[in-house]
Each structure stands twice: as C-alpha cells, then as structure tokens.
C-alpha cells in the first residue's frame, strides 16, 4: 500500500508559477499511475493531470493544458506537478493520487484508489 504526501503548495500572483511534489512510500511506486486532481471551495474535485507508470504517456485537462507540466522520478518515489502561468481560478487544494493500473492515464477519480492530504494553491489576482 502506497502513502502520499504533498508539498509545494502556497500564494503566488497570477502569472506565476509553483511546482508541487508528491513523495510516495511504502508499494512499489513504479508500478502506479499517478493523478493530480484539485478541488475549490464549493465545488466538486475535479482531473488534472495524470501520468502512466513509465512517464511515457500523459494526459492533462483542457484547462490546463499547455500551462502544467506533469512528470516523475521513479528513483525519487516522486511525482511532480509544474504549474506556469497561474489564474485566479486555479486555486484549489491539489491532491495526488495512485492508480495501481500503471498503463492506464484515467480522469476518473475512482480508478485511484490512495490520496493524499492535499496542499493548498491561492493565486492572487
């Protein structure tokens, strides 16, 4: 069973940029997808990256395409979530996420089955 603990979160001014982490221990961690998905307040937690065992196959949702970078270090046990160019409505808390479906790029919230606890993103307009 996999633990993931979140970092890099903070206030940045819009047009800013943050790199979240996420350190992974206890399973095999090379062997997992992994997510980042955010949640507003007030909303629901919705996708926004995730990255296939291997790093060899990603996806983004469109509201952050072509601004978020999502990449891993298998050897670090780490997944990263590189945020450019930041907007007001990017504030959320970010959570990674573990899909032990490694291939697999999933959206869906259920298909990951460990979380963690969340760091907070503002960004300031």
């Known amino acids: 069973q996999v633990q993931l603990v979140e970092s890099g979160g903070g206030l940045v001014q819009a047009g800013g940029s943050l790199k979240l982490s996420c350190a992974a221990s206890g399973g095999t961690f090379s062997s997992y997808a992994m997510g980042w998905f955010r949640q507003a307040p007030g909303k629901e937690r919705e996708f926004v990256a995730a990255?296939?065992?291997?790093?060899?196959?990603?996806r983004y949702a469109d509201s952050v395409k072509d601004r978020f970078t999502i990449s891993r270090d298998n050897a670090k046990k780490t997944v990263y979530l590189q945020m450019n160019s930041l907007k007001p409505e990017d504030t959320a808390v970010y959570y990674c996420a573990a899909d032990d479906t490694g291939y697999r790029v999933s959206y869906y919230s259920w298909d990951y089955g460990y979380w963690g606890q969340g760091t907070q993103v503002t960004v300031s307009s």
């Open positions: 990255i296939s065992w291997s790093g060899g196959n990603t």
